[in-house]
């Protein structure tokens, strides 16, 4: 092999090689993680939901466990790539942002996967939480090095106006 060409594909490597190492963490990845680690971070007793998320949603939409991408789609009303599915624990959940119709973050998982648990109390297949005027506080527990959030039940918690609602799919 000449030199010139030996030259040729080591820049042609270097070249594959910078552009892999490059490609940045994607945005809804960026905000899971983030929402994540400001759960896995709390320190005190109570949080409220809004504080949570440091990124432009919305609607949050948490899931119970054994929910497929499609049936959270047909909640949610929109198909993507960016929602995943976890389907292996009985404990796991998935929590899917949205802003307008774009998904903005996708949780997905169960407490010993992911280091926390949101408990949202008594529900079927999921809730909805919007960001808009949300009063949605969590209490915060911590056993077993597993931080658990809490919907309390309080008077503003749970409206129709925000908070920890009960919504139905659309028809």
């Known amino acids: ?102 998904v903005v973050a996708n949780v997905s998982g169960s407490p010993s996967t992911l280091g926390y648990d949101i408990d949202m109390g008594m529900v079927e297949n999921y809730r909805r939480i919007r960001k808009e005027n949300n009063t949605c506080e969590f209490g915060v527990s911590t056993e077993d090095e597993i931080v658990t959030l809490t919907c309390l039940r309080q008077d503003s918690g749970i409206t129709t106006g925000g908070g920890c609602e009960d919504f139905m799919p659309k028809k």
């Open 1 to 102: 092999m000449s030199s010139k060409k030996g030259f040729l594909l080591v820049c042609i490597m270097m070249v594959f090689t910078l552009c892999a190492c490059s490609k940045s963490e994607s945005s809804v990845a960026k905000n899971t993680k983030s929402f994540s680690e400001a759960v896995k971070g709390q320190k005190g007793d109570r949080v409220m939901f809004n504080d949570l998320a440091d990124f432009e949603w919305e609607n949050a939409y948490i899931f119970i466990a054994h929910k497929t991408k499609e049936e959270m789609e047909d909640v949610i009303g929109l198909k993507s790539d960016d929602i995943s599915e976890f389907l292996e624990d009985d404990d796991a959940f998935n929590i899917v942002f949205l802003s307008g119709d774009k």
